[in-house]
């Protein structure tokens, strides 16, 4: 399951693990765990990444779209255990 985006905005700015890891003190392969859906940052991680590139938390993050989605809602669930 892909969660975040952190290829695609390292990929398009030209970001560098080397250079992220180092930014952390994480190893080269943490990044690239992350980069590859793999593993995920923190939140804080993540936050952190934003600031760093001067972008919105939510573009490092896939969009979610929940119109096609066939699960029930909280409501629905709620209501059948009633």
Known sequence: MKI???DEEFTSRKV???VIAKYFGKSESTISLWRNNKRQPSLPELREIAKLLRIDIKDLLEPTDWK?????TYEEFSDKLK
Do not use: D, G, H, I
């Not at 096609?68 to 029930?72: I, V």
């Open 68 to 72: 096609k989605e066939k699960s029930p």
């Open 4 to 6: 975040n985006r952190l």
């Open 16 to 18: 560098k693990n080397r």
